[in-house]
C-alpha cells in the first residue's frame, strides 16, 4: 500500500505563488505515475497535472499550461507542484493521487489507486 501526504496549500493573492508537495511511503516502488487533481466547491473532480515517475514526462490540464510545473525528486519519493500566477478560478481543494506500475497515464480520477487527503488552496481576489 501506498500512502500520500499533501501539504503547501494556503490562503494567496491573486498572482501569488504556492508550492504543494505530496509526500509518498510505503510500497512506492509500485507506482507508475503520479498526478494532481482539484475539486472546486460545486464542481466535479478535474486533472490537473501528472508525472511518469520514471521518465518524468509530464502532462498538463490546459487551464493550468504555462502557469503551473509539476516535478518530482525520486530519492524523496515527493512530488511537488509549483503553482504561479494564481487565479481564484484555481481556488479548490488539491488532491495527490498515485496509480499503481502496471497501469499507464490517464486523467480519469477513477483510474487512481492511491489518494491523500487534500489541501486546500485559496486564492483570494
Known amino acids: 500500500q501506498v500512502q500520500l501526504v499533501e501539504s503547501g496549500g494556503g490562503l494567496v493573492q491573486a498572482g501569488g505563488s504556492l508550492r504543494l508537495s505530496c509526500a509518498a511511503s510505503?510500497?512506492?516502488?509500485?507506482?507508475?505515475?503520479m498526478a494532481w487533481f482539484r475539486q472546486a466547491p460545486g464542481k466535479e473532480r478535474e486533472f490537473v497535472a501528472a508525472?511518469?515517475?520514471?521518465?518524468?514526462?509530464?502532462y498538463y490540464a490546459e487551464s493550468v499550461k504555462g502557469r503551473f510545473t509539476i516535478s518530482r525528486d525520486n530519492a524523496k519519493n515527493t512530488m511537488f507542484l509549483q503553482m504561479d500566477s494564481l487565479d481564484p478560478e484555481d481556488t479548490a481543494v488539491y488532491h495527490c493521487a498515485a496509480r499503481l506500475s502496471y497501469a499507464g497515464m490517464s486523467y480519469d480520477w477513477s483510474a487512481y489507486d492511491y489518494w491523500g487527503q487534500g489541501t486546500q488552496v485559496t486564492v483570494s481576489s
Open positions: 510505503g510500497r512506492t516502488f509500485s507506482t507508475s505515475i
Open positions: 508525472v511518469w515517475w520514471s521518465s518524468g514526462r509530464t
